[in-house]
């Protein structure tokens, strides 16, 4: 496809850096020369320095043949002029990141009457991610699939784990758990195992069942199942805003401590329920007074990666508490793995996966569309899950007489709302869903599942 993408920041060139892989011709244009010169350097890709919300400009970067426009730059009302202009022009499907919670409220409205494909929010896109890590604190990562019917659960293997030296039959024979391990990370490895494949201590693992099977499967493994009642945040962002309005009618108690008093001020009356300190959280003295060794989680969320790192470091030397931590530079992703950070969220990938998710859907054949898309492995794993519309060659053949490619797992089928462990004997029917994880990728369609 022809994507113009405008913007080249953080998201900007996560995108230019995923759809150019993904084989599409792509285009981006920002008013800083240097940032365009530098994505379309690293990625092989066309370059327009100048305004994306002008009708030359996009123009010259080729509006007229282009597919998919996709606004990501700093500015909500940019990006909203961008694709309006872009419909105009070119006619093609539109993309806006929107960050302002005031549009948010708004955004049914804003999206119908501009004709926008899809806003994204990616403060808000974070906080939903944040919401479901606090709401699971043993798990590193949580993503879900068929509509949350279905838990996709990221957890380390720790010193003295019953699961440490078992083969992945253990888990059916032994705990007797109906659970699904679809992925083991050891090292700079990823393995999509079979039923022999014997784990390890410090093994990362994803786990796919339901929340009830999930929570049965982590109980007997030992691993803590219950819900956050605390959490400290460091950083009054938007992010922070989102996740305390998700956190607080769960009747979990929060804090945040953020260093610009006005923001305070007005975090104070946005949410009246939380507590809002006004102070500077890397101040040792104040995160203790705050209450650090006692906090069940720790956000920390602020612009500075150094800041975050240092402080979930920190937290984790003198707290038990669920240590999330924000950072911006993906290039240094083999460093943080190596350090005891807990979960680690790039928010500039989050955006990215729903992004991508979308491009692949326009892309698919009728047969099936992706409904979810998921980086499990940052560029070695997907999970991805279909929804079957028609019959076609996949259609009601058992799975294991199917010619599957290699590394690849059909993981759950969703079947009006049974989740599905699926065996040999088990057939994917119309109307299901089917979540499949993969090292193949760029997969568009179920079909590309086979051979």
Avoid at 410 to 415: K, S
Wanted: include cysteine; aromatic fraction near 6%.
């Amino acid at each position: 496809m022809q994507i113009i993408i405008v913007g080249c920041g953080n998201v900007g060139a996560t995108l230019t850096e995923q759809l150019s892989k993904e084989g599409h011709n792509i285009t981006v244009i920002d008013t800083d020369a240097e940032k365009a010169e530098s994505v379309a350097n690293r990625f092989d890709v066309m370059g327009v320095v100048g305004n994306g919300a002008s009708f030359t400009v996009q123009n010259e970067a080729g509006i007229g043949e282009a597919d998919l426009m996709i606004a990501v730059t700093t500015l909500d009302e940019l990006n909203l002029l961008c694709c309006l202009i872009a419909r105009k022009a070119g006619g093609c499907n539109t993309i806006a990141r929107v960050r302002n919670p005031i549009y948010n409220r708004d955004i049914g409205y804003i999206k119908e009457e501009l004709g926008l494909s899809m806003v994204i929010n990616p403060e808000y896109a974070a906080s939903c991610e944040i919401a479901r890590l606090l709401k699971f604190p043993s798990a590193i990562k949580v993503d879900t699939f068929a509509k949350g019917r279905v838990e996709l659960l990221k957890c380390k293997i720790g010193e003295g784990s019953v699961l440490s030296g078992k083969p992945l039959t253990y888990i059916s024979s032994g705990l007797h758990c109906d659970v699904l391990i679809c992925t083991v990370e050891r090292g700079e490895e990823a393995f999509i195992p079979s039923g022999n494949f014997e784990l390890q201590e410090k093994d990362i693992i994803s786990v796919v069942a339901s929340p009830k099977k999930a929570n049965e499967f982590f109980r007997k493994i030992g691993m803590t199942t219950n819900r956050i009642k605390n959490c400290l945040i460091i950083g009054g962002g938007e992010t922070t805003y989102y996740l305390a309005k998700q956190l607080l009618p769960m009747g979990i108690e929060i804090k945040i401590i953020e260093q610009n008093k006005a923001r305070c001020n007005e975090l104070s009356e946005l949410l009246p329920q939380a507590m809002v300190i006004y102070g500077d959280g890397t101040e040792r003295n104040l995160l203790y007074e705050e209450g650090m060794p006692q906090t069940q989680s720790f956000v920390s969320w602020t612009n500075l990666d150094e800041e975050n790192i240092m402080l979930s470091l920190f937290a984790k030397s003198v707290s038990k508490a669920k240590t999330i931590t924000k950072v911006h530079r993906i290039a240094y992703d083999e460093i943080l793995d190596s350090m005891d950070l807990g979960s680690v969220l790039y928010p500039q990938n989050i955006t990215a996966e729903y992004i991508i998710q979308y491009v692949r859907a326009m892309q698919n054949s009728i047969g099936s569309n992706i409904e979810t898309l998921y980086q499990l492995i940052e560029n070695k794993v997907e999970a991805l899950e279909f929804r079957v519309h028609e019959k076609s060659e996949l259609v009601g053949v058992p799975l294991k007489e199917l010619q599957l490619k290699d590394n690849l797992l059909i993981a759950c089928i969703n079947r009006k709302g049974t989740i599905i462990t699926p065996g040999g004997q088990d057939s994917i029917e119309v109307g299901d869903t089917v979540v499949v994880v993969t090292t193949n990728q760029g997969f568009h369609d179920l079909k590309d599942i086979l051979k």
